[in-house]
C-alpha cells in the first residue's frame, strides 16, 4: 500500500514538472459489479413492487398475470391517512423509538465502559453473561417479561414498549468493544486533571466515539420501529398502537385492500429510509474504526 502511494506520487510531481495533468486513476467496474449487480436487483426487487402496489389500484392488484399500474393513484396514501389514526401510530413509534434509542446510548455507554475500564470481580464472568443472553430467542423470554410489565403496571401503555428495549445485550458488546481500542493514556490525562470516571467518559471518550454512537442509534432504532410481535402482544388499545401493529388493521379475515396496505407500509418505512441514508457514512467509520487496535 505503501509503495503504491509513493508510486503515485511520484507519478503526480512528474506530471506537474512535464507541464500536463495527472493521469486520474481508472474507474473501470470491477469484475465484482457482475455479482454486486444482479443481487442488489433481486434485495429492490421487494420494494420495488410494494411501491408499485401502492399506486394501483385494486382491481390491478388482483389480475394475473401481475404487471405494471394504469397510473399513479396518490388516493390510496390518502386513505392509509384517514382509514385509522395514521398519525397518531407514528407519534407512537417515534416516541418509543427515541426513547429508546436514548436509553440505550445512556446506560449501554455506561454499562461498556464499567466492562471495558472497571476491574471489578467477576468482570469477565458477567460480561460472557451478557454475551450469552444474545443466543436466547425473545420468544423464550416473550411471556416473563410481559409478567414483568403486569407487575410494574405498564400493560397496554407506551411504558410496556420502552422499558424492555432501554438496554439491549448487543449494545452493551458493541460499546465495550469500542471503549478497548481507546487509549488509555487518554483518561490518565483527564484524571491527573482531576475529573472522575463519569466526567472522564462524559467529557472525553464519548466525543471520540461518534460514528459508534451513530451506530448503536441506527441499528435500535430500526429495531424497535420495525418491531411487531411485542406490541402486539402488550398493546391492545388503538391509542397505543405503534405504525407495524396499526398497519394490521387494515387487513381483513376475507379480504385486505392491498393499494391502501401497501401505501402505508411506505408510508412507514420512509423515516427508516431516510435515517439509514444519512447516517451510512457512519457504519463505514464504525467498521473502519474497529480494526484500529
Not at 410489565?149 to 458493541?174: E, K, R, S, W, Y
Not at 488509555?184 to 472525553?204: F, H, M, P, Q, Y
Not at 459508534?212 to 420495525?226: G, H, I, R, Y
Request: net charge positive; glycine share 6%; aromatic share 10%.
Amino acid at each position: 500500500m505503501a509503495d503504491t502511494a509513493l508510486a503515485r506520487s511520484r507519478g503526480h510531481v512528474r506530471a506537474a514538472e512535464q507541464g500536463r495533468p495527472p493521469r486520474r486513476p481508472s474507474r473501470r467496474p470491477s469484475p465484482l459489479h457482475l455479482i454486486l449487480i444482479p443481487l442488489s436487483a433481486v434485495m429492490l426487487a421487494p420494494l420495488i413492487w410494494m411501491v408499485l402496489l401502492s399506486i394501483s389500484t385494486e382491481a390491478e392488484t388482483r389480475r394475473f398475470p401481475p404487471g405494471l399500474p394504469s397510473g399513479v393513484h396518490w388516493q390510496n396514501y390518502l386513505d392509509a391517512w384517514h382509514q385509522g389514526p395514521f398519525g397518531h401510530w407514528l407519534l407512537n413509534s417515534a416516541i418509543v423509538s427515541v426513547s429508546c434509542v436514548i436509553g440505550n446510548l445512556v446506560l449501554c455507554s455506561l454499562a461498556g465502559y464499567a466492562f471495558a475500564r472497571i476491574p471489578f470481580l467477576g468482570n469477565r464472568v458477567l460480561f460472557v453473561v451478557v454475551l450469552a443472553t444474545l443466543m436466547v430467542p425473545f420468544q423464550i423470554v416473550m411471556l416473563p417479561t410481559l409478567i414483568v410489565m403486569q407487575h410494574l403496571h405498564l400493560t397496554d401503555t407506551l411504558g410496556a414498549l420502552i422499558a424492555p428495549n432501554l438496554a439491549t445485550p448487543f449494545g452493551v458488546f458493541l460499546m465495550r468493544q469500542f471503549f478497548t481500542t481507546v487509549p488509555k493514556e487518554l483518561e490518565e490525562a483527564a484524571r491527573i486533571d482531576g475529573a472522575g470516571r463519569l466526567r472522564t467518559l462524559a467529557s472525553v471518550l464519548l466525543p471520540l466515539m461518534g460514528p459508534t454512537l451513530a451506530t448503536l442509534s441506527v441499528l435500535t432504532f430500526l429495531n424497535v420501529w420495525n418491531d411487531f410481535l411485542w406490541p402486539l402482544i402488550a398493546v391492545q388499545s388503538p391509542g397505543n398502537m405503534t405504525i407495524q401493529l396499526g398497519l394490521q388493521n387494515f387487513q381483513g379475515q376475507h379480504f385486505t385492500n392491498w393499494p391502501v396496505l401497501m401505501a402505508g407500509t411506505v408510508t412507514s418505512q420512509i423515516p427508516v429510509l431516510v435515517l439509514f441514508v444519512f447516517a451510512q457514512r457512519f457504519f463505514v467509520r464504525s467498521i473502519a474504526s474497529s480494526g484500529l487496535k
